[in-house]
């Protein structure tokens, strides 16, 4: 069975300073990875994934990951926070060759300060 | 990016009358859906995966007869909740893939429905 996790249920960040939140996986085989962002009463915005490839990963609105299979982590950051970024994110797996859906993370609340 | 859209944003409705909710994909076909139940401050729970023109799976521990899942056409899949009582209020979100099944496609989410039973 194919699992994530969250270990952090919020991080706190300075405006304009850099931010990390962490994910670790497990799957059987090989993972595709995702990370989505949420903001309150909305659905699930993409902001990047990794299929294969270069293991640093670029997305929208300046966030990027990095892939790393020795520790099965697929850490989101940024260089420099905005305010804007605070919201609800969430990584996820799907198992190549396995089932359709992703399995989602539990999430965390990303809050930055001005 | 594509665009799911899902119709209502919210419900109100009294126990024991059913709800439906729309999930359609604006500007592509998605063969395949994800109905997901979201409880405050948790995680996205799949409930079921629905495939256009064949019955939905139902993930272990959702009711199939209370959440009637239907995926009649490859732009529109709908979750009705049954007799709803109070404890099936919750944010629920729909989700399509853009492309064929195997594809590494991400999910494309609906903006959610929030339903309340009274």
């Known amino acids: 069975a194919q699992s994530v996790a969250q270990p952090e249920d919020q991080v706190n960040v300075a405006e304009g300073n850099p931010l990390t939140v962490k994910c670790t996986y497990s799957?059987?085989?090989?993972?595709?990875l995702f990370w989505y962002v949420q903001y309150p009463n909305r659905g699930l915005q993409f902001l990047l994934k990794y299929i294969t490839g270069d293991n640093l990963v670029k997305g929208s609105y300046g966030f990027e990951a990095e892939f790393n299979k020795s520790q099965t982590s697929f850490h989101l950051k940024k260089p420099s926070a905005l305010v804007s970024d605070s919201a609800l994110y969430f990584c996820?797996?799907?198992?190549?060759?396995?089932?359709?859906?992703?399995?989602f993370g539990k999430g965390t609340h990303l809050i930055i300060q001005p | 990016g594509a665009v799911v859209s899902q119709h209502p944003s919210w419900v109100i409705c009294k126990s024991g009358t059913s709800v439906k909710i729309e999930c359609r994909s604006l500007d592509f076909q998605a063969t395949t859906m994800f109905w997901y139940r979201q409880f405050p401050k948790q995680s996205l729970m799949l409930m079921a995966t629905s495939n256009e023109g064949s019955k939905a799976t139902y993930e272990q521990g959702v009711e199939k007869d209370k959440f009637l899942i239907n995926h009649a056409s490859l732009t529109l899949s709908t979750l009705t909740v049954t007799s709803a009582h109070p404890e099936d209020s919750s944010f629920y979100i729909c989700s399509a893939r853009h492309g064929y099944r195997g594809h590494t496609g991400e999910l494309f989410f609906g903006e959610g429905s929030r339903l309340t039973v009274l």
């Open positions: 996820a797996v799907r198992e190549i060759g396995g089932a359709d859906g992703l399995t």
């Open positions: 799957v059987s085989g090989n993972p595709y």
